[in-house]
């Protein structure tokens, strides 16, 4: 099975679970590293929940379920090891919206190719439309001013919440 059906499978698989128990599903990713496969699954609270952070027993959860399901439907030939997490404090960012909701964050974006002389940035997002991601960067030196960076989406290779100390 290729890794978009693997991830088309667990997503469709998990959708009324995550709901009925107040979670949502943040990625999915079917890799090989090494000589192992992983499907990972990184699951969320819904924007607005009481809890803002899933625990492990939710992780444990969904774990469970997952791995009763796919031994039941036993879609996948090669070997792998279910992983099942939350995103982190430095989630990539993967859906508009996540966009939506992280603007006014700090993140880190890391782009193909250089832009403006940089492949690299941190700064303030300002948020994602019509394919164009737009951050806050305060230029290196004392006493510059912030400044609206606009960078075709096309060119961005990650976008991850900074984790300021």
Known sequence: MSKVKVKDLAESILDEFLKENELELWNTEFVKEGKDWFLRIYIDKPEGSEQKYVDI??????????????????????????????????????????????????????????????????GVLLGLENDILSIEVTPPGKGKEPERLDIPFEQVSKTKLAVIF
Request: proline share 5%.
């Open 57 to 122: 027993n939710e992780c444990e959860l969904v774990s469970r379920y997952m791995s009763d399901k796919l031994d039941e439907l036993d879609p996948i030939e090669q070997n792998y090891i279910l992983e099942v997490s939350s995103p982190g404090l430095d989630r990539e960012l993967f859906k508009d919206e996540h966009y939506k909701r992280y603007a006014g964050s700090v993140v880190e974006v890391k782009l193909y190719k250089p832009f403006e002389g940089a492949k690299n940035y941190e």
